[in-house]
């Protein structure tokens, strides 16, 4: 588990929670949510692009029981992967965009770049 952060949430919430996320994010290329869930999905996403790049049957199965949706890893493995083929991390980029009206909370976009 990259970081330290609870999230206000059990340990099984928290993976199942950011699971979800990862794989919504992997699906759209872009996800809003606020800062420190961003901070928390960035590594995770990292990490499957990266296994993406592996291209063998080990690492698509490491991605699989990661991400939630079949499809999605194979569009991980199939588009997004090899357009970071030449790039050695760095694959998200994390932009605040103000505050949320209902309880103030920061709120950020994360994207691919």
């Known amino acids: ?62 991605a699989l029981a990661f991400i939630t949706r079949e499809d999605v890893a194979k569009k991980v493995f199939d588009e997004i992967a090899p357009k970071y083929a030449d790039r050695n991390g760095g694959y998200t980029r994390i932009t605040r965009i103000g505050n949320r009206r209902g309880d103030a909370a920061e709120v950020a976009v994360i994207e691919l770049v």
Do not use: S
């Open 1 to 62: 588990m990259p970081g330290t952060r609870k999230l206000g949430r059990t340990t099984p919430q928290r993976m199942a929670m950011l699971r979800q996320q990862v794989t919504d994010f992997l699906d759209k290329g872009r996800l809003e949510t606020t800062v420190t869930r961003c901070k928390e999905i960035a590594p995770l996403a990292e990490k499957m692009i990266t296994l993406g790049k592996a291209k063998d049957l080990a690492a698509y199965r490491q």
